[in-house]
Protein backbone atom coordinates (compact mmCIF):
# COMPACT_ATOMS: atom_id res chain seq x y z
CA UNK A 1 0.00 0.00 0.00
CA UNK A 2 1.09 3.87 -0.66
CA UNK A 3 1.48 5.39 2.47
CA UNK A 4 -1.66 7.87 3.26
CA UNK A 5 0.15 10.70 2.94
CA UNK A 6 0.79 9.65 -0.52
CA UNK A 7 -2.93 8.96 -1.43
CA UNK A 8 -3.75 12.99 -2.68
CA UNK A 9 -0.67 12.01 -5.50
CA UNK A 10 -1.53 10.98 -8.89
CA UNK A 11 0.38 7.63 -9.37
CA UNK A 12 2.84 7.23 -12.13
CA UNK A 13 1.80 3.98 -13.98
CA UNK A 14 4.53 2.39 -13.35
CA UNK A 15 4.01 2.04 -9.78
CA UNK A 16 0.37 1.87 -9.84
CA UNK A 17 -0.16 -0.13 -6.94
CA UNK A 18 -1.25 -3.51 -6.82
CA UNK A 19 1.38 -3.88 -8.86
CA UNK A 20 1.86 -7.20 -7.88
CA UNK A 21 3.15 -9.96 -9.94
CA UNK A 22 0.84 -13.36 -9.39
CA UNK A 23 2.68 -15.79 -7.37
CA UNK A 24 5.61 -13.56 -6.12
CA UNK A 25 6.68 -14.96 -2.96
CA UNK A 26 10.02 -12.51 -2.74
CA UNK A 27 9.19 -9.68 -4.37
CA UNK A 28 10.48 -5.68 -3.56
CA UNK A 29 11.15 -3.18 -1.16
CA UNK A 30 10.22 -4.62 1.81
CA UNK A 31 10.06 -2.68 5.67
CA UNK A 32 13.12 -4.34 7.03
CA UNK A 33 12.06 -4.87 10.38
CA UNK A 34 15.45 -4.05 12.98
CA UNK A 35 14.57 -6.24 15.70
CA UNK A 36 13.39 -9.17 13.72
CA UNK A 37 16.37 -9.31 11.45
CA UNK A 38 18.37 -12.08 12.43
CA UNK A 39 22.61 -12.10 12.89
CA UNK A 40 23.94 -14.47 10.83
CA UNK A 41 27.95 -14.57 11.71
CA UNK A 42 28.72 -16.47 8.51
CA UNK A 43 27.82 -13.69 6.65
CA UNK A 44 31.53 -12.36 4.96
CA UNK A 45 32.48 -8.43 4.34
CA UNK A 46 31.53 -7.21 1.52
CA UNK A 47 34.24 -6.82 -1.03
CA UNK A 48 34.12 -3.90 -3.38
CA UNK A 49 36.24 -3.15 -6.65
CA UNK A 50 35.04 -0.07 -9.26
CA UNK A 51 37.49 0.81 -11.87
CA UNK A 52 36.06 3.97 -12.45
CA UNK A 53 37.93 3.89 -15.95
CA UNK A 54 34.89 1.80 -16.72
CA UNK A 55 32.15 4.11 -16.50
CA UNK A 56 30.62 5.04 -19.31
CA UNK A 57 27.03 7.32 -20.04
CA UNK A 58 24.44 8.84 -18.08
CA UNK A 59 20.97 7.73 -19.46
CA UNK A 60 17.72 9.29 -18.68
CA UNK A 61 15.35 5.99 -18.98
CA UNK A 62 12.06 7.45 -17.99
CA UNK A 63 12.14 5.91 -14.97
CA UNK A 64 14.81 7.09 -13.12
CA UNK A 65 18.82 8.35 -14.40
CA UNK A 66 21.15 5.31 -14.70
CA UNK A 67 24.83 5.60 -15.17
CA UNK A 68 26.10 2.82 -17.01
CA UNK A 69 29.56 0.82 -17.05
CA UNK A 70 31.38 -1.49 -19.23
CA UNK A 71 30.06 -4.75 -18.01
CA UNK A 72 32.12 -7.07 -20.76
CA UNK A 73 34.61 -7.53 -18.52
CA UNK A 74 35.66 -8.37 -14.61
CA UNK A 75 37.12 -4.65 -13.98
CA UNK A 76 34.55 -3.36 -11.52
CA UNK A 77 33.16 -5.97 -9.36
CA UNK A 78 31.70 -6.88 -5.87
CA UNK A 79 32.31 -10.32 -4.55
CA UNK A 80 31.82 -11.75 -0.62
CA UNK A 81 28.71 -10.50 1.36
CA UNK A 82 25.90 -12.97 1.12
CA UNK A 83 27.35 -13.92 -2.30
CA UNK A 84 28.86 -17.23 -3.66
CA UNK A 85 30.09 -15.68 -6.85
CA UNK A 86 31.72 -12.44 -8.29
CA UNK A 87 29.44 -10.39 -9.80
CA UNK A 88 29.88 -7.35 -12.26
CA UNK A 89 28.58 -3.67 -12.01
CA UNK A 90 26.26 -2.71 -14.61
CA UNK A 91 24.72 0.50 -13.23
CA UNK A 92 23.49 2.24 -10.40
CA UNK A 93 20.92 4.57 -10.69
CA UNK A 94 18.49 6.15 -7.78
CA UNK A 95 14.79 6.68 -6.21
CA UNK A 96 13.71 9.91 -4.68
CA UNK A 97 10.41 11.67 -3.62
CA UNK A 98 8.84 15.15 -4.43
CA UNK A 99 9.73 15.86 -0.79
CA UNK A 100 12.14 15.17 2.13
CA UNK A 101 9.59 12.81 3.92
CA UNK A 102 9.55 9.97 1.42
CA UNK A 103 11.67 8.53 -1.51
CA UNK A 104 13.44 5.43 -0.45
CA UNK A 105 12.41 1.92 -1.81
CA UNK A 106 12.94 0.25 1.25
CA UNK A 107 11.96 1.53 4.70
CA UNK A 108 14.10 0.86 8.30
CA UNK A 109 10.99 -0.17 11.13
CA UNK A 110 8.63 2.11 8.86
CA UNK A 111 10.94 4.94 8.29
CA UNK A 112 11.36 6.17 4.55
CA UNK A 113 14.33 7.96 3.44
CA UNK A 114 14.42 10.96 1.21
CA UNK A 115 15.81 8.54 -1.77
CA UNK A 116 17.97 5.11 -2.17
CA UNK A 117 20.68 4.58 -4.19
CA UNK A 118 20.82 0.96 -5.94
CA UNK A 119 23.92 -0.42 -7.29
CA UNK A 120 23.24 -3.56 -9.80
CA UNK A 121 25.30 -6.34 -10.53
CA UNK A 122 24.83 -9.49 -12.41
CA UNK A 123 26.24 -13.11 -11.86
CA UNK A 124 28.65 -13.15 -14.70
CA UNK A 125 30.65 -15.86 -13.87
CA UNK A 126 26.93 -18.05 -14.00
CA UNK A 127 25.31 -16.17 -17.00
CA UNK A 128 26.41 -15.46 -20.67
CA UNK A 129 24.49 -12.09 -19.95
CA UNK A 130 22.68 -9.48 -17.83
CA UNK A 131 19.22 -10.42 -19.23
CA UNK A 132 19.88 -13.75 -18.72
CA UNK A 133 20.93 -13.17 -15.35
CA UNK A 134 17.19 -11.30 -14.61
CA UNK A 135 15.47 -13.88 -14.80
CA UNK A 136 17.61 -16.14 -12.46
CA UNK A 137 16.89 -16.55 -8.48
CA UNK A 138 20.99 -15.71 -8.26
CA UNK A 139 21.33 -13.92 -10.78
CA UNK A 140 21.65 -10.24 -9.55
CA UNK A 141 23.24 -8.58 -6.69
CA UNK A 142 21.92 -4.76 -6.03
CA UNK A 143 23.30 -2.36 -3.15
CA UNK A 144 21.06 -0.09 -1.69
CA UNK A 145 22.66 3.05 0.09
CA UNK A 146 20.08 5.30 1.79
CA UNK A 147 20.82 9.02 1.27
CA UNK A 148 19.71 11.35 4.14
CA UNK A 149 19.23 15.43 4.33
CA UNK A 150 22.71 16.49 5.94
CA UNK A 151 26.04 17.91 4.40
CA UNK A 152 26.70 18.27 0.96
CA UNK A 153 28.03 14.87 -0.98
CA UNK A 154 31.02 16.21 -3.07
CA UNK A 155 31.76 13.04 -4.87
CA UNK A 156 27.46 13.16 -5.80
CA UNK A 157 28.16 16.51 -6.63
CA UNK A 158 30.27 15.53 -10.08
CA UNK A 159 27.02 13.51 -10.88
CA UNK A 160 24.16 16.60 -9.69
CA UNK A 161 26.19 18.51 -12.18
CA UNK A 162 25.44 16.47 -15.35
CA UNK A 163 21.80 15.58 -14.81
CA UNK A 164 20.24 18.90 -16.68
CA UNK A 165 22.12 18.11 -19.57
CA UNK A 166 19.54 14.48 -19.57
CA UNK A 167 16.75 16.55 -18.29
CA UNK A 168 14.52 14.54 -20.66
CA UNK A 169 13.50 10.63 -20.72
CA UNK A 170 15.75 8.90 -23.73
CA UNK A 171 18.76 11.64 -23.52
CA UNK A 172 22.59 10.86 -22.80
CA UNK A 173 25.54 12.17 -22.01
CA UNK A 174 28.79 10.74 -22.01
CA UNK A 175 30.52 10.18 -18.16
CA UNK A 176 33.86 8.74 -18.68
CA UNK A 177 35.19 8.42 -15.28
CA UNK A 178 33.23 8.31 -11.69
CA UNK A 179 33.89 5.75 -9.18
CA UNK A 180 31.11 4.42 -7.29
CA UNK A 181 32.98 3.31 -4.18
CA UNK A 182 32.78 7.27 -3.22
CA UNK A 183 29.10 6.80 -2.67
CA UNK A 184 29.46 3.84 -0.16
CA UNK A 185 28.79 4.85 3.29
CA UNK A 186 31.98 3.88 5.82
CA UNK A 187 29.90 1.94 7.80
CA UNK A 188 30.52 -2.37 6.66
CA UNK A 189 27.38 -3.12 8.12
CA UNK A 190 24.57 -4.69 6.15
CA UNK A 191 20.87 -6.60 6.00
CA UNK A 192 20.53 -8.78 3.22
CA UNK A 193 17.62 -10.40 1.90
CA UNK A 194 16.22 -12.73 -1.41
CA UNK A 195 13.99 -10.12 -3.30
CA UNK A 196 13.12 -8.68 -6.77
CA UNK A 197 13.59 -6.04 -9.14
CA UNK A 198 11.25 -2.84 -7.81
CA UNK A 199 10.40 -2.28 -11.73
CA UNK A 200 9.40 -4.11 -14.33
CA UNK A 201 9.92 -7.25 -15.28
CA UNK A 202 10.06 -7.53 -11.51
CA UNK A 203 11.86 -10.88 -11.45
CA UNK A 204 12.67 -12.87 -8.30
CA UNK A 205 16.45 -12.79 -9.44
CA UNK A 206 18.05 -10.22 -6.73
CA UNK A 207 19.91 -10.68 -3.52
CA UNK A 208 19.84 -7.48 -1.96
CA UNK A 209 22.19 -6.17 0.27
CA UNK A 210 20.69 -2.65 1.86
CA UNK A 211 23.41 -0.51 3.89
CA UNK A 212 22.49 0.17 7.59
CA UNK A 213 24.50 3.85 7.70
CA UNK A 214 23.12 5.97 5.02
CA UNK A 215 25.16 8.50 3.20
CA UNK A 216 23.97 12.56 3.65
CA UNK A 217 23.51 14.55 0.84
CA UNK A 218 21.76 18.13 0.85
CA UNK A 219 19.03 19.81 -0.52
CA UNK A 220 19.87 21.29 -3.81
CA UNK A 221 21.79 18.03 -4.26
CA UNK A 222 17.70 16.49 -4.20
CA UNK A 223 16.32 18.92 -5.44
CA UNK A 224 18.50 18.56 -8.80
CA UNK A 225 17.17 15.19 -9.02
CA UNK A 226 13.86 16.29 -8.68
CA UNK A 227 14.03 18.93 -11.81
CA UNK A 228 14.30 15.65 -13.64
CA UNK A 229 11.71 14.67 -16.08
CA UNK A 230 9.94 11.66 -16.67
CA UNK A 231 8.48 12.93 -20.15
CA UNK A 232 10.47 13.83 -23.19
CA UNK A 233 11.34 16.52 -24.94
CA UNK A 234 8.03 18.41 -26.65
CA UNK A 235 5.42 15.72 -24.28
CA UNK A 236 3.81 17.46 -21.27
CA UNK A 237 6.49 18.05 -18.40
CA UNK A 238 6.17 15.54 -15.83
CA UNK A 239 8.32 15.87 -12.85
CA UNK A 240 10.65 12.96 -12.43
CA UNK A 241 9.73 12.45 -8.47
CA UNK A 242 8.40 9.47 -6.24
CA UNK A 243 9.41 6.91 -8.74
CA UNK A 244 9.73 4.14 -5.55
CA UNK A 245 7.30 1.09 -5.76
CA UNK A 246 5.21 0.69 -2.55
CA UNK A 247 6.54 -1.79 0.11
CA UNK A 248 5.49 -5.59 -0.78
CA UNK A 249 4.84 -8.28 1.48
CA UNK A 250 7.63 -10.13 3.36
CA UNK A 251 5.78 -13.62 3.40
CA UNK A 252 8.25 -16.50 4.05
CA UNK A 253 11.41 -14.52 4.60
CA UNK A 254 14.09 -13.81 6.66
CA UNK A 255 16.17 -10.68 6.77
CA UNK A 256 19.93 -11.26 8.19
CA UNK A 257 21.98 -8.59 9.48
CA UNK A 258 26.20 -8.61 8.96
CA UNK A 259 26.01 -6.82 12.17
CA UNK A 260 25.06 -7.24 16.19
C1 LIG B 1 15.50 -7.51 -18.92
C2 LIG B 1 16.33 -6.31 -19.37
C3 LIG B 1 16.44 -6.25 -20.88
N1 LIG B 1 15.68 -5.06 -18.93
C4 LIG B 1 15.62 -5.00 -17.47
C5 LIG B 1 15.76 -3.54 -17.10
O1 LIG B 1 17.07 -3.21 -17.37
C6 LIG B 1 15.39 -3.38 -15.65
O2 LIG B 1 16.56 -3.58 -14.87
C7 LIG B 1 16.42 -3.25 -13.53
C8 LIG B 1 17.57 -3.25 -12.76
C9 LIG B 1 17.49 -2.94 -11.40
C10 LIG B 1 16.25 -2.63 -10.83
S1 LIG B 1 16.15 -2.25 -9.10
N2 LIG B 1 15.31 -0.92 -8.91
O3 LIG B 1 15.42 -3.36 -8.50
O4 LIG B 1 17.51 -2.06 -8.63
C11 LIG B 1 15.09 -2.64 -11.61
C12 LIG B 1 15.17 -2.96 -12.97
ZN1 LIG C 1 16.28 0.65 -8.14
Same mark, same amino acid.
Given at each position: ???????????????? !????????????????????SV?DPFLKPLK???????????????? !??????????????IDGGPLENQY????????????? +????????????????????H?N??????????????D?LAVI?????????????????????????? +?????? +???????????? *??YWTYAG??????????VTWII??? *????????????????????????????????????????TVRSS??
Amino acid at each position: RRPDSLHHLPVHPLWQ !SPLTIPGGTRQSPINIQWRDSVYDPFLKPLKISYDPATCLHIWNNGY !SFLVEFDDSTDRSIIDGGPLENQYRLKQFHFHWGAIN +DWGSEHTVDCKFYPAELHLVHWNAVVYPTFEEAVMEGDGLAVIGVFLKLGARHEGLQTLVDALPAVKHK +DTVIEF +DVFDPSCLMPSC *PDYWTYAGSLTTPPLTESVTWIIKKQ *PIEVDEDQLEAFRMLLFTSDGEEEKRMVDNFRPLQPLMNRTVRSSFQ
